[in-house]
């Protein structure tokens, strides 16, 4: 499919969505302690986007998930579905995903919590995986190559021994949840289509401490390391601007 151009007027659209989606990672925060399940995290979100923000979650219902955000705790890589039976435990490291439709666009972001105390080399993975978003986000402008994204990712996840997972990727994203250009968190610079501006999708890098390799479970959501170890993941949601990138999803106490 052709990748669409959004007009100011649907960035301005996907700009609320996004500060929307933010606004659940923010809200939920001071909720991600030992003893919560992921259940309760889900219902909070769940209630946030509904009632105080007058928007729809759009993982529910999406291909038959059942849930408002995916929770994936230490070696689930992603689409972990909340139940009341995981209950977070101290040094468990957590990335919460959700998706926030306001007025028919999309915010898609997801963010690393440290659960109570985590061993160094958990903290150093979530840190890292962080870097590798910015990375991929710096290079983005009109006229770069999609894959200078991935080429940035893969060689800070790389220099700093982890892989990186290569079975999911980033999406186009604006009045549809996933659309075109796929955005690789892999590969050589210069390759792939040319960003324009006006683009919108996300770049959302899922690093591994081990080897690249995943399985789904029986569920036929959540994926894991095939290995056990560890994995980290972190998402924005992004507009090609005139002469760079703003991120829609950027929270209130974000640096970059
Ligand atoms: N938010 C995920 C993404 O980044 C997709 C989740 S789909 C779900 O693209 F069904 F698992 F929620
Ligand atoms: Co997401
Ligand atoms: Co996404």
Not at 29 to 44: F, M
Not at 78 to 97: A, F, Q, S, T, Y
Not at 229 to 239: D, L, P
Request: proline share 3%.
């Amino acid at each position: 499919m052709k990748i669409s151009i959004k007009s100011e007027k649907e960035i301005q659209k996907m700009r609320i969505a996004g500060r929307l989606a933010a606004e659940v990672l923010e809200m939920i925060e001071p909720y991600v302690v030992p003893g919560v399940s992921t259940e309760e995290l889900d219902q909070r979100c769940y209630e946030h986007i509904v009632n105080n923000q007058q928007a729809i979650p759009a993982n529910v219902g999406y291909k038959g998930f059942e849930k408002t955000i995916c929770s994936s705790i230490n070696q689930v890589i992603c689409h972990g579905i909340p139940n009341e039976n995981r209950i977070l435990k101290n040094g468990d490291i957590l990335n919460i995903d959700v998706t926030v439709i306001k007025d028919g666009w999309h915010g898609d972001t997801s963010k690393m919590y440290l659960v109570g105390k985590c061993q160094p080399h958990n903290e150093r993975l979530v840190k890292v995986t962080q870097e590798c978003l910015y990375r991929g986000i710096e290079v983005v402008k009109p006229g770069a190559y999609l894959g200078d994204i991935g080429h940035a990712i893969q060689k800070h996840a790389e220099s700093n021994y982890y892989s990186v997972v290569e079975d999911y990727c980033g999406h186009g994203i604006g009045d549809v949840y996933h659309e075109d250009p796929q955005i690789l968190h892999y590969g050589k610079s210069g390759k792939g289509i040319q960003m324009k501006e006006g683009m919108c999708f996300t770049i959302e890098p899922m690093i591994n401490q081990g080897s690249k390799y995943c399985k789904t479970l029986k569920d036929g959501w959540t994926v894991e390391t095939k290995d056990g170890r560890n994995s980290a993941q972190w998402e924005h949601t992004i507009a090609v601007t005139k002469d760079g990138y703003e991120i829609l999803t950027k929270r209130l106490n974000e640096s970059i």
